[in-house]
């Protein structure tokens, strides 16, 4: 499986290659020079924790971004926004599709567009439940036929990724891949950062 990348601002997942020489390099100091210390068991020297870590790929950040927690309520998608929002005192009001959102929160990704052949594209889509579907540049080009499940990034603190199962028709969509994020709290995310990791499953869609 191979990704392609659609814009310049995009980065294009990678395998996540383990290094285990400074590990290893601390065992032989602890065994050539002390009489009791030892650090042979760890999980960078342990095979299976190994191949897990480096199972599917990792996807990083395209952009520098403050997360922050969305308060949502779904609405009648009725051209009195202007009425609703006085009366809740959202943010905005998104529609999506026949439905609409008012949203309340501290998170500017309204800020987020991008230059699409000419027209403006919002990075981030509100999606329902307090969540937003963030859109990352780029597109799987398969070997097979596939599905993806995209899960948050091993070993980190979570910022609120919710699993999925995608088929290749989202994956390879001209429109390149999403993933879903709730942000569970206020956090500041760096262009390079780990966000999620993407791990191949043959026949499941």
């Known amino acids: 499986m191979k990704f392609e ?7 294009v997942p990678e395998k996540h290659k383990f290094d285990s020489n400074n590990e290893l ?9 002390f009489r009791w210390l030892r650090n042979d068991r ?15 790929w990792i996807v990083r950040s395209p952009v520098d971004i403050v997360l922050c927690p969305i308060q949502e309520i779904q609405l009648a998608n009725s051209e009195d926004k202007a009425e609703i929002m ?21 998170m500017n990704f309204a800020a987020y567009e991008f230059n699409d052949a000419g027209k ?4 981030f889509i509100v999606n329902g439940h307090s969540s ?26 979570p910022i609120g990724i919710i699993p999925g199962l995608l088929s290749m028709k989202h994956v390879t969509s001209k429109t390149g891949m999403s993933v879903a994020i709730k942000p569970l709290e206020q ?9 999620a990791r993407l791990i191949p499953v043959a026949n499941a869609l």
């Open 187 to 195: 956090r500041k995310i760096s262009r390079g950062d780990i966000i």
């Open 86 to 106: 006085s009366l809740c005192n959202f943010d905005s009001i998104w529609t999506r599709d026949s439905n609409a959102f008012g949203i309340r929160t501290d």
């Open 42 to 56: 760890t999980p960078a020297l342990c095979p299976s924790y190994r191949k897990a870590f480096e199972l599917g």
């Open 5 to 11: 990348q659609l814009y310049d601002w995009s980065l």
């Open 120 to 123: 403006w594209e919002s990075m």
């Open 132 to 157: 937003l579907e963030w859109r990352l540049g780029f597109k799987c080009v398969p070997d097979k036929e596939e599905s993806i499940l995209v899960i948050e990034e091993f070993g980190t603190q």
């Open 25 to 33: 390099l601390t065992k032989k100091v602890y065994e050539e020079n």
